[in-house]
């Protein structure tokens, strides 16, 4: 689901490019990744792959922050969360250029095709070489995160409750 099996192959381009490059995969085990851990056993970089399990939400930043790079490889996906939650923590996000990712991420990612893992280790790698640009990303990365607030959110509802039962409240004097 989350294109996990081509992320291996793009990892395994990398570091057989010399890059030493590790994959850390936050998460608890999901359905249909039967095929992702039968890959995942006769990687020859297996040891390059690092499965965490569930992390609490207090321990995540930790993870984000520590990490040269956010990737999200999914072909479809929903909001994409991580993405904000990567840039909000100072990492630089690689991401598909499918779905919602592109609205989410703006200017401050970089995108590769999903479906095409020479295109996404290419874009990793580039990403992973140029610290400049990462130092960019990152920059970039905090202002587009903080343009996502769940205070707006909150408070859109509240202000049209707010307004119907003054409205309401006009009409019972």
Known sequence: RKN??????ALRILRRGGLDAHLVIVGSKGWLTEGF?????SLPERDAVHLTGYVA????????????????ASVYE?????????????SPVVCSQTSSL??????????????????????LQQVWLDEEQQTAMRQA?????????????????????????????????
Do not use: H
């Not at 929903?78 to 100072?90: Q, R, S, T, V």
């Open 141 to 173: 990365g905090f202002a587009r995160a903080a343009q996502f607030s769940w205070a707006p959110t909150a408070a859109s509802p509240q202000t049209v409750y707010g307004a119907v039962m003054g409205a309401r409240a006009g009409e019972n004097s």
């Open 57 to 72: 939400d207090e321990d995540l930043p930790a993870l984000y922050a520590g990490a040269r790079l956010t990737v999200l």
């Open 102 to 123: 592109p609205a989410l991420g703006g200017t401050a990612a970089r995108y590769f095709d999903p479906r095409n893992v020479e295109a996404m280790a290419q874009t």
């Open 78 to 90: 929903g909001f994409g969360l991580p993405i904000l939650e990567g840039m909000a923590c100072g």
């Open 4 to 9: 996990l099996e081509r992320l291996l192959d």
């Open 37 to 41: 851990f039968a890959k995942l056993e």
